[in-house]
């Protein structure tokens, strides 16, 4: 990731930002933005976003990479900082840039001030790092695409805890008072005050608990869960008063895991209370003593809040009369997946009986026959257990079963036929050469692409004697 170094803001231009916003859009549907649609998109001429291009990736602003199909360019996380650094600017929400006073395993926290010289904070969402990196077991950002980039990822981050404090502070809340957002920034109120886990030393043991206690009381009161409530989350004032701040990771009071969550925020003020200033209640919060008096999951669409809850509740409340049957499309979209992988399934089955009809001879039949059975078991339980899996993922699966055929032998011998083993040989062999010639075939720029193209069609000209002569 890298340190944020905005000395080059001030000095890029108009254009600059156009080509960047151009790479920005294009992402959308293209891992890799080609040189041409950057400069469709930017409205500009091709040569000038050349040299443009040429000038953002020498400052790591873009990133010109290789792939499988064509070459193009891609937004760095700098970039993606300047993009969302200029538009605050441009608000006239930011003057001036400090340090960084905060990390974290999916945030940046900086210091920066506002047009009236006041100190501000601003926090970049920075996912995608390795010491955080399954974000399909702890978040619930990708919906239900399969794949999604991290900047992407890192936006509906920031997004969703802008929401968050939004709605917390007009209950007042003791939270960070939001100002503003912009892709993955999120610009708050500067806290006054001290990480909970740098104090040693309080006046108040007892009314610190008692208040830490009654906030995640209250947070449930309301609706929500913090999810992560630790003495690296809170902060505390010059008047020993908590503030609370980390947000993405809350969730509904009706999610499935709602009381293992609260449990957990509960057991983790507990211990650092007990092993830091040697204190211990007895008296704690349960998840059965809470009373929901207020929806503000509804109002931000909490993470395990489905529609039906929304229309249950709704109902409860005396808003609407009728429950809308079907609102909830995800077991529409999860049956589809499921007739597409049984399906998948049902023709695998087919290729296998017919293969082993072809193959097997009619001594080796009852025997092979219970092997084949089973396979066909196994592979009816893997296809079951991966339904939630991407497109990928089932044609790996496909190519497994059909791996796992061509293991069986007609001989009593060996248990590798020898079709098998000059398949290997020959691929082993074909990687030895491919591994020789592989220095030949680096491309560290667009010219590079560009006689890479003119040696194929060259290569293809040459081929085509039928038609040249």
């Not at 920031?158 to 939001?178: C, G, Q």
């Amino acid at each position: 990731m890298g340190k944020l170094n905005v000395a080059m803001l001030r000095y890029l231009t108009r254009e600059d930002f156009r080509v960047l916003t151009a790479i920005e859009m294009g992402m959308k549907n293209h891992e890799l933005v080609p040189a041409t649609l950057a400069a469709s998109i930017a409205n500009l001429h091709h040569g000038g976003v050349h040299k443009i291009l040429k000038e953002l990736c020498k400052h790591r602003l873009l990133s010109y990479e290789r792939g499988k199909h064509y070459d193009g360019y891609r937004l760095t996380n700098t970039g993606y900082d300047y993009l969302a650094l200029k538009t605050l600017t441009s608000r006239q929400l930011i003057s001036s840039f400090g340090n960084q006073i905060g990390v974290g395993k999916e945030s940046n926290i900086y210091v920066v001030a506002d047009s009236d010289d006041k100190p501000i904070c601003l926090k970049l969402h920075r996912l995608g790092r390795t010491c955080f990196r399954n974000l399909k077991e702890k978040r619930d950002y990708h919906g239900r695409r399969h794949k999604a980039g991290w900047l992407y990822l890192s936006r509906i981050s920031a997004t969703k805890e802008y929401a968050y404090m939004v709605a917390l502070s007009k209950r007042d809340f003791p939270v960070p008072k939001p100002i503003d957002v912009n892709r993955h920034c999120v610009l708050m109120e500067l806290v006054d005050g001290h990480p909970l886990c740098r104090l040693y030393e309080v006046e108040s043991v007892e009314n610190l608990y008692d208040d830490l206690m009654n906030l995640i009381v209250r947070f449930a009161q309301h609706g929500v869960i913090h999810g992560d409530f630790n003495e690296f989350n809170i902060m505390i004032n010059n008047e020993e008063k908590p503030i609370v701040i980390d947000f993405p990771q809350m969730m509904s009071f009706s999610h499935p895991n709602a009381e293992m969550y609260f449990d957990r925020d509960v057991n983790c003020i507990r211990e650092f209370f007990k092993k830091r200033f040697n204190y211990e209640s007895h008296l704690y919060p349960t998840f059965e003593d809470v009373v929901r008096e207020e929806f503000l999951d509804v109002e931000v669409s909490a993470s395990g809040f489905t529609k039906n809850m929304d229309q249950l509740l709704l109902h409860e409340i005396g808003m609407i009369n009728n429950i809308e049957e079907g609102c909830d499309e995800e077991s529409d979209f999860y049956d589809s997946e499921k007739e597409e992988v049984e399906h998948l399934a049902k023709r695998v089955d087919e290729l296998m009986n017919e293969e082993s009809s072809t193959v097997l001879g009619n001594s080796s039949v009852p025997h092979s026959q219970e092997k084949f059975d089973n396979l066909k078991s196994d592979s009816e339980e893997y296809i079951s257990l991966s339904d939630n899996d991407d497109n990928e993922s089932i044609a790996s699966s496909k190519v497994c079963y059909s791996d796992i055929h061509s293991v069986r032998s007609m001989s009593t011998t060996t248990t590798i036929p020898p079709e098998v083993i000059r398949d290997r040989v020959k691929k082993s062999l074909e990687k030895r050469e491919r591994a020789k010639v592989r220095h030949r075939n680096l491309a560290k720029g667009e010219a590079s692409a560009v006689n890479r193209q003119r040696r194929e069609n060259k290569d293809i000209i040459k081929d085509s004697f039928g038609i040249w002569g």
